[in-house]
């Protein structure tokens, strides 16, 4: 089936650095990808969309000169977490639908990346 | 805006226990109801959706029936084994059938015991 891998799975920086995370699909071709934060005991929030060849939608309050998203090609999206803060530590996940299926085929998960930010 | 309400974790249960985790959402219009299921270790996967009132969604034993009169889509298991160890997250996707832009629940973490 199809899969989504994500990378790294764990992630620990000091405040001010900048952390990137890849989400590629490795036997699909996706145009579009979405990330997701959950905080501790909080739902999964949307974040961005993830459109291959420009740019990203964020989702209201998110602040996209503070997560960077590319999405270069039809296999790999990535988030970049900037001068990180400890509020920022949280679980990313990614998530895309094979661009080959219809609008209502199911998302595929990458397994996440537990961001900490000391 | 919307909003998805999930029972509170971690609930624990015996094999062949009956399973019953509660889900309420607020939504504007129509929305279309999924459960994900996220096994330690691995991504979320669709367990199973509905995409209008009363329609019931099916897969691996599990079952939830989308109930508009009371904005609810508890899942429901009759006998669960050890192996449905997992994290469960309802959620919703409004306007489409997509899924694409998903509200979750919290998630509710289950274990369930030999």
């Known amino acids: 089936g199809a899969v989504v891998s994500q990378h790294p799975s764990r992630v620990i920086c000091k405040s001010g650095t900048s952390v990137k995370i890849e989400c590629r699909s490795l036997?699909?071709?996706?145009?579009?990808m979405f990330w997701y934060r959950q905080f501790p005991k909080q739902s999964l929030m949307l974040m961005a969309t993830?459109?291959?060849?420009?740019?990203?939608?964020?989702e209201q309050g998110v602040e996209k000169d503070k997560f960077l998203i590319n999405h270069a090609s039809l296999t790999l999206s990535t988030l970049t977490v900037t001068s990180a803060h400890p509020e920022d530590s949280s679980f990313y996940i990614c998530?895309?639908?094979?661009?080959?299926?219809?609008?209502?085929?199911?998302?595929?998960f990458g397994n996440g990346t537990r961001l900490t930010v000391t | 805006g919307n909003s998805v309400t999930q029972m509170e974790g971690p609930v624990t249960l015996s094999e062949e226990a009956f399973l019953t985790i509660n889900c309420t959402y607020t939504?504007?219009?129509?929305?279309?109801l999924f459960w994900y299921v996220q096994y330690p270790g691995e991504g979320l996967q669709l367990l199973l959706k509905a995409t209008k009132a009363d329609d019931k969604g099916s897969n691996k034993g599990f079952e939830a029936t989308y109930r508009k009169e009371t904005t609810s889509f508890h899942l429901e298991k009759g006998s669960v084994q050890v192996s449905d160890s997992a994290v469960y997250f309802c959620?919703?996707?409004?306007?489409?059938?997509?899924?694409?832009?998903?509200?979750f629940g919290e998630g509710t973490q289950l274990t369930v015991n030999p």
């Open positions: 036997d699909f071709q996706a145009t579009t």
């Open positions: 998530s895309a639908r094979e661009a080959s299926k219809a609008q209502n085929s199911p998302l595929h």
């Open positions: 959620a919703l996707s409004e306007g489409e059938t997509s899924g694409s832009r998903l509200t």
């Open positions: 939504a504007t219009g129509y929305p279309s």
């Open positions: 993830s459109n291959e060849g420009s740019k990203a939608t964020y």
